[in-house]
């Protein structure tokens, strides 16, 4: 474990006071984060971005514990995210037991109140393990990002040791008590927020629809095997369009032979994944129009950042969207049913008044305002980590968690003796991924888990009202003798 040179010493008196431009303000307590190095130009990179110091500013002492390896970069991580305190925690063996150790060891270097695992599942077995040596452990909380059915899987793996869980998004809360059989009390929520910009995109009234995708390239998740279609449509209804994409992912190379077999690689260009100050000059100054096909989100931020710099937005009713409560069709967005390529296309249709795409893009900067701005967020995310500072802390594990063997000598002679020999003889794991060196995740529920899906289209049964009415029904109720 390496401690960032630039770091502030970690034993400042109880109850310091932290200087903010308001004045003075009582110190909260010591909060590590534990994030993984390996994605630098993510969304939850964005996030922990203007969280940290937004805590800080309430009083917070905080530390982030970046992963470390082969894939997990934390000096790259780090000239993109200059945290003023960072520890890097490796792994010299590459094994599960070895993370543990790993993040047991940082633990008790910096002696948190509070542990906040960010994808990071290995914290909670390592605060489990302090506990049940000597009693003793910080609190620890698991942050979830995602709607997807292994993450659950592991809250309910964990729900003897976690003490609380922070969702960014309703529906997550309610999957967690429902998926996880997490206590009401410990399950709390608190959204993600955005700059809000000053220097609105000029609606152009002229020349073709300038159409974005910004986010990971995927299949299941993001559906971009939608694109092309409705792009395909757009171009068969004689609408001028240019559109780009920012982001990357396992899907990119299967879109652009899409793209290109449906004749519209011309009018299409593939920007890379993008820094956030490129993703502002490159996409949220360029675009009329943010194009979202996702199966299911948790913000997404994209759409926050979107509306925050006077884009309308034209997204499917994801799962996580009902629930949420904040996107009204035809009054901040226009939304259409996940998959229905017609409906999507007469959305980006609808849009090409000019007037209709100030009103959209006028009341999406409302709804980031009231609810997803930066300072919005913290509030809510202070007030989470003040209560779980406040409540009582779980009780200590009666017996120490064993996992199943992931190599012969785990077979042989358990996890921590093999972990011994591991250490002594120089033998290590070796990875391919970022997922294998630090897992995202240990659930064996897979994306594809039908019941899973259902019970979250269920919980979130009002996620697809607002698109009952099909666009051109609509264009005649409140734009009549205006449709284009």
Known sequence: MQMNETAR??????????????????????????????????????????????????????????????????????????????????????????????????????????????NIPDTYAAVERL??????????????????????????????????????????????REEAALEEKRIYYAPYGVELSDNHRQCSSGGPLRIAYSGRLDHFQKRVDDIPKILLLLKHKGIPFEFIVAGGGPAEPALKEQLAFSGLSDVVRFLGVLSYTDLVEQVYRFADILLVTSLWETG?????????????????????????????????????????????TECIEYLADPGVRRSIAKGGYRLVEDRYSRERSVEEW??????????????????????????????????????????????????????????????????NDALFWKKAKSLDRCACQYAALRVKERFNKNHEGNTP
Not at 150 to 162: F, K, P
């Open 9 to 118: 010493s970690a034993n400042m008196p109880e109850g310091w006071l932290a200087t903010t431009e308001e004045g003075v303000c009582r110190q909260r307590g010591k909060l590590l984060f534990v994030a993984p190095s390996a994605y630098p130009l993510g969304g939850l990179a964005t996030w922990l971005d203007y969280l940290v110091p937004g805590l800080r500013d309430k009083g917070w002492k905080i530390t982030i514990g970046l992963t470390a390896g082969k894939f997990h970069n934390v000096d790259a991580y780090q000239k993109i995210h200059p945290f003023d305190k960072v520890v890097e925690i490796g792994n010299v063996t590459g094994s599960r037991e070895g993370r543990i150790r790993s993040l047991c060891r940082a633990i008790q270097d910096i002696c948190p109140d509070i542990v906040a695992g960010v």
């Open 131 to 176: 506990r049940s040596g000597k009693g003793r452990g910080p609190r620890v909380v698991m942050t979830i990002h995602g709607i997807q059915p292994d993450i659950y899987e592991d809250a309910g793996d964990y729900r003897s040791v976690l003490d609380a869980v922070i969702c960014t998004n309703k529906l997550a809360c309610r999957l967690v």
């Open 300 to 344: 997404p931020i994209v759409i926050w950042e979107a509306m925050a710099y006077g884009i309308a937005v034209v997204t499917s009713s994801y799962i996580g969207s009902g629930m949420e409560g904040s996107l009204k069709n035809n009054e901040n967005c226009l939304l259409f049913p996940v998959g229905d390529i017609q409906t999507a």
């Open 382 to 447: 202070d007030g989470c980590f003040r209560k779980i500072l406040d409540a009582p802390t779980k009780h200590p594990a009666s017996q120490n968690r064993t996992f199943p063997p992931t190599g012969r000598l785990d077979r042989l002679f358990g996890n921590r003796i093999a972990e011994d020999i591991r250490t002594l003889t120089g033998r290590r794991f070796t990875h391919t991924n970022p997922g294998g060196e630090w897992p995202h995740s240990y659930g064996m529920r897979q994306d």
